[in-house]
């Protein structure tokens, strides 16, 4: 007999736990939104400025505590050492520099100078200007907003207009609690953090598409069945392949967070966190706004009765 994570006869009812999951989300979205103007990012050098170094020991493990004793007499202004790997690495974040271009290199060549060629390798220099910087942030901002707008017009033209509002809702509500999750955590928000916002609304827009179709297709087979019902069983329906999904995927994020390395630890971290919340908001906050927008199930069955040849 075949393993089954979730058994054929599963009916939770999800719309009735909606009525406290909803509310709840909406606070945490204020929540989010507040703490994100009163505390804000911590912004790295891809949206501040500033340079990155990466140093690899040729003696065994980094000492953090000796490369900053050895950084502080620099005057450098605010500076972060950080190790990652195996335990002989270690990456240094300087911030901006007074005099452009050439104070970012000098700036390098101190650290070089401090640090000496024959304890370390120089495995990666990246100097970010505060010009680009800022190009990076209204980029990045701009690609999760097209994003959510050509997320909008896909469910539009795919489904009816209360699925694509329902997308939009449960998208906003992932990006703005990964926010609020990057604000309350401090993790560094940088161009990667950027990218894990766009895997998450795909990855979240995926669940939400399954069980969209498959409430089109219910609303059609049971055209009597109220709305909170047939949400109920759709959800039931694919409840197996979206736990599934999910638990594979945190697998595989697992093992990225924790040997992976730091380069990669910020977008990690967020989908592990989006994969938890994308799940939820397809079902606690796409599915309810069918039924607030008053979904009908003639609605959904009258473009395919269309199709059909009148009756002679």
Known sequence: MPFRIVPDDTTVPFMRFARWGFPASVVAMVASLVLFFVVGLNLGIDFRGGTLIEVQSQSGAVDIGSIRQTLQPLELGDFEVQGFGSGNEAVIRIATQPGGDEAQQAAVQKV????GFDAYNYRRVEVVGPRVSGELAETGTIAVLVTLVGVLLYIWFRFEWQFAIGAIASLLH??????????????????????AILTIVGYSLNDTV??????????????QTPIRGIIDLSVNQTLS???????????????????????IRSFTAAMIWG??????????????MLIFFNLRPEKVAAPEAAKKPAAS
């Open 112 to 115: 070089q100078d401090a640090l």
């Open 174 to 195: 992932d990006v703005i609690l990964t926010i609020g999750f990057f604000t309350i955590t401090q993790i560094e928000f940088n161009l990667s953090s950027i990218a």
């Open 210 to 223: 399954v069980i969209f179709d498959r409430v089109r297709e219910m609303l059609r087979k049971f055209k």
């Open 241 to 263: 392949r979206t736990l599934l999904t999910s638990l594979t995927t945190l697998i595989a994020l697992a093992a990225l967070f924790f040997f992976g390395g730091a380069v």
């Open 275 to 288: 994969v938890f919340i994308g799940t939820y908001s397809t079902v606690f906050i796409a599915a309810p």
